[in-house]
């Protein structure tokens, strides 16, 4: 039997998660997991980049390792860690970091869009390294392939260009490479708008739908969502094509969908009623979700075994990774 290709999927700690994270990366982990073998980590390091208040990091990575298991994530077979409990991380991070100028990193469209308003002599020397601790992340269990959104591709480049540069310089006995150089997987339906019609739903925003979110908060939110600004009430013929409601109805409701354009372009659906008919399908799709969320959620102890199991088997293959680093660059 073929060997199966080796996924690793990262997620900085953020709490508990949206549902455009889960159109847009949970959803996709899930439907690989039987034809890949998956890491899951979760970038707790990385969070040092934008805050060095780490008093939340733990609370948020229970949250979200919480949504992941809820979504369908199986553990058992995808080992889910922390960064920082698997030492190797650092490690690699460092050798990668001689591999690289500062230059390479400068140009990273990435950090530009972070740092926009700031100058890049005021970050930080880790910060402006990040990528190379993914780079780290990815290649210490072999990624073949990195499930990411768009923003996170020039960081599987620069991933590439390390893999590469370092089998160039390095290799076991008999010229055997290393690393393989990983590819990224682009997530299809790429991202769901915000409730205030942004492109992106984000927290720093205020404008998600929480995976966690009951069905009166769900109609509490989409309520004041935004919609087609010339229709005012039932009766005004709207443009489903600019309301993001209709987005919604596209992923969460896709049998209604041709129903639902004729009612807003004809006048006779109103936003009210739109609304509260996306509110209930929302909430149908993810009542599953929920029900294995309050599971969990009564059963904390089990997440920290969890987090134990998947960071002893995380921990497992980085040493091995390690081992022929270290002997290719004879260093043992
Ligand atoms: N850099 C990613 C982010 O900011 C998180 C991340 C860290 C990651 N290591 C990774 C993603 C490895 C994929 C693979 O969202």
Redesign the pocket.
């Known amino acids: 039997m073929e060997k199966k290709k080796i996924i ?5 700690p953020t709490g508990k998660l949206h549902i455009g994270h889960y159109v847009g990366a949970l959803e996709n982990w899930v439907h690989l997991q039987d034809s890949y073998k998956n890491y899951h ?1 979760i ?1 707790d390091y ?1 969070t040092l980049t934008t805050s060095l208040d780490t008093s939340n990091v733990y609370d948020d990575t229970i949250d979200m390792v919480v949504d992941w298991i809820a979504s369908g994530i199986d553990p058992e077979s995808s080992p889910i860690f922390r ?1 920082s409990q698997v030492k190797e991380h650092t490690e690699l991070f460092l050798i990668f970091s001689m591999l690289i100028t500062k230059a390479r990193l400068e140009k990273n469209p990435t950090l530009k869009d972070q740092v926009r308003d700031m100058n890049l002599q005021s970050i930080t020397y880790g910060h402006l390294g ?1 990528p190379v ?2 780079a780290a ?2 290649l210490l269990y072999k990624g073949d392939l ?1 499930p ?1 959104g768009e923003d ?1 591709v020039p ?1 599987v480049e620069i991933t590439r260009q390390i893999a590469g540069f370092f089998n160039e310089k390095y290799s076991l006995p008999g010229d055997k490479k290393i690393f393989p150089i990983p590819e990224p997987k682009i997530t299809k339906f790429a991202r769901l708008p915000g409730l205030d019609g942004k492109a992106k739903m984000s927290k720093s925003l205020g404008n998600t739908i929480l995976i966690s979110d009951g069905i009166d908060e769900i109609k509490n939110k989409v309520k004041k969502a935004f919609t087609d600004p010339n229709k005012l009430r039932k009766g005004d013929k709207g443009n489903p094509d600019i309301c993001l409601i209709f987005t919604y109805h596209n992923k969460f409701n896709p049998s209604q969908v041709s129903e639902i354009r004729e009612g807003c372009t004809s006048g006779t659906l109103g936003c009210f009623d739109c609304k509260m008919n996306i509110a209930n399908k929302i909430n149908d799709f993810f009542t599953p979700v929920h029900n294995k969320r309050s599971e969990l959620e009564n059963n904390l102890d089990y997440i920290k075994d969890v987090l134990r199991d998947g960071e002893k088997k995380a921990k497992d293959v980085a040493e091995k990774t390690m081992s022929e680093v270290r002997e290719a660059m004879k260093l043992g």
């Open positions: 690793l999927s990262g997620m900085r980590l970038a990385h960064q990040y601790l993914q992340d990815i990195v990411v996170q960081h």
